[in-house]
């Protein structure tokens, strides 16, 4: 059974810079378009950014474009959000997803769900 292992979160102050990382275990990163979600306390889940397979494509939420930057290395079975400018909203439980489908916006498209790491930003 694939297992998804997130870190990196922690507490940081508005502006500052967090980098997550995504560690995946019993399945082959390398086969699975990737993706992370996040949410918020008293609010659903939503989508941040998702790449493809070979990282030839990329795609992000409209408040992650431009200070968000997925990237992944399928020989560390690693994916990774560096994430910059860091915002107050962007307070949110982080998760990584893996689709044998598609690089997607929705969420039941993918099959495996780490459990989270938590990013805090204060003002």
């Known amino acids: 059974q694939g297992q998804l292992v997130e870190s990196g979160g922690g507490w940081v102050q508005t502006g500052d810079s967090l980098s997550l990382s995504c560690v995946a275990s019993g399945l082959t990163l390398g086969e699975y378009f990737m993706a992370w979600f996040r949410q918020a306390p008293g609010k659903e889940r939503e989508f941040v950014s998702s790449i493809t397979w070979s990282s030839t494509n990329t795609y992000y939420s409209t408040s992650a474009k431009g200070r968000f930057r997925i990237t992944r290395d399928n020989e560390k079975n690693t994916l990774y959000l560096r994430m910059n400018n860091l915002k107050p909203e962007d307070t949110a439980r982080y998760y990584c997803?893996?689709?044998?489908?598609?690089?997607?916006?929705?969420?039941?498209?993918?099959?495996?769900w780490g459990q989270g790491t938590q990013v805090t930003v204060n003002s």
């Open positions: 997803a893996a689709s044998r489908a598609r690089a997607t916006s929705t969420e039941d498209e993918y099959e495996h």
